[in-house]
């Protein structure tokens, strides 16, 4: 057991930079299939199931840092979201993305009201729901915010969070499977392939134009903005909640004002030239890991053996979400490329998106991160309303 709350700090980022390494100067192909943020959910969640974490000293350094990490993460990763530059890329894009966002909106509703009695986790049991759908729309840092934005009981978020990693390697390897049938889907919905290197090509510029090399004022100033507007953010969450408490409002309590305000400053950020600072990916990157790393290690994976439905109500969500956008493709004529690309999006997110976008063709690449990006945007959105919605389904 870790007692010291340093020691535990230090030992998460050990790990999840260990992962990384392994990653970048190895050739181990499970890399390929079962990305590094995985192996950091697994890992923790199988040592805070040993009982390595559960000490005084990494409770407190947990309820120290979590919630500052993430409104930083959460500012920091929607600089990335410049909607002039996506709206560049045409409706196409936008709109297979969208498509795949609302079947998977369709499909937790739809779970809820099939599996709610039977997923444990008591009243707030919807808002572990909400927080994996948040997830499978724009990825785990939409998931981490809902845990900040909703009371979710602990176990039950350690079901999502278990779901949210199998179901996570399971969908980018069945995805990539189904590169070799992509000529049979597209026969079969009538797909119009003629725009895709049109969009392939822009997505590829914008993505290549943000490369820029950071130095370290770059890195110290968007560190230090972004803690500040963590700090801010709970400040105006809490006189948020007050206000809208005093006029009955008092369901959107404090977590959900302040992820709904550090989300809109960010979006409006990255429109300036703050969204243009270098180094904006990598810090978003770093406060993922950690955030992640944090989560994932007062998770275990007791919850999810003594509550097996979780798995059954992710498949039920992911055969919903791909039976709705085989009927979107029959009518709009969607390749797969497209689609499937725009379901890791949502689902991965934009560090996983263009694994599948690239065994297309590597130049596509930049769809996939584009797509990614949308959905960091639109996820945390999704999630609330995902959250009320089931709420009110209770």
């Known amino acids: 057991m870790i007692t010291n709350g340093f ?13 990384l390494a392994l990653e970048k100067y190895t050739n181990w192909k499970i890399f390929n299939w079962v990305p590094p943020l995985v192996w950091i959910y ?30 930083a993460m959460i500012f920091v990763m929607l600089l990335r979201c410049d909607i002039k530059k996506l709206a560049k890329l ?9 498509g795949g966002a609302a079947s ?10 099939l599996f709610k009695g039977v997923l444990g986790g008591g009243e707030t049991i919807w808002g572990a729901m909400a927080a994996l759908c948040a997830s499978w729309i724009g990825g785990s840092a939409n998931m981490a915010a809902m845990e900040a934005a909703f009371t979710i009981d602990a176990g039950a978020y350690g079901c999502a969070l278990a779901v949210d990693t199998v179901y996570y390697s399971v969908w980018i ?18 797909a119009d392939t003629s725009k895709l290197e049109a969009v392939a090509d822009a997505a590829a510029k914008e993505v290549s134009n943000e490369k820029k090399h950071a130095t370290s004022a770059d890195w110290i100033f968007l560190i230090g903005v972004s803690l500040l507007v963590s700090a801010l953010s709970q400040r105006v969450g809490l006189a948020l ?19 709904v305000f550090v989300t809109i400053l960010g979006l409006i950020c990255a429109q300036t030239k703050l969204g243009k600072v270098p180094a904006v990916e990598e810090l ?5 890991y950690a955030v992640v790393s944090l989560l994932a290690s007062t998770a275990s994976l007791a919850d999810l053996v003594s509550a097996p439905m979780w798995i059954v109500a992710g498949l039920a969500v992911l055969i919903i979400h791909v039976v709705i956008m085989f009927l979107l493709s029959k009518a709009f004529h969607w390749d797969l490329c497209m689609v499937s690309t725009a379901s890791l999006a949502n689902i991965g997110g934009s560090a996983s998106a263009p694994i599948v976008a690239s065994a297309y063709n590597p130049s ?23 959250g009320y919605i089931m709420q009110l389904l209770c």
């Not at 045409?90 to 969208?98: E, H, N, S, T, W």
Request: aromatic fraction near 12%.
């Open 42 to 71: 697994v890992l923790n969640m199988v040592f805070c199931t040993m009982g390595m974490y559960n000490s005084d000293g990494c409770s407190a350094a947990y309820s120290a840092l979590k919630n500052n990490l993430l409104y």
């Open 173 to 190: 390897a069945l995805l990539l499977i189904m590169v070799r049938y992509a000529k049979k889907w597209d026969n079969a919905v009538k």
């Open 7 to 19: 020691t535990y700090i230090a030992f998460l980022m050990c790990l999840a930079g260990v992962l």
């Open 104 to 113: 998977i909106l369709i499909g937790f509703i739809v779970a809820f009201l």
């Open 241 to 259: 909640n007050t206000g809208l408490s005093s006029i009955g409002l008092g369901m959107f309590d404090k977590g959900t004002m302040t992820t």
């Open 284 to 288: 978003s990157n770093i406060y993922l």
């Open 364 to 386: 596509y690449a930049g769809i996939g991160v584009l797509m990614g990006v949308f959905g960091a945007a639109i996820g945390n959105f999704c999630g609330l309303a995902a």
């Open 90 to 98: 045409g409706g196409r894009m936008a709109a297979i993305f969208l």
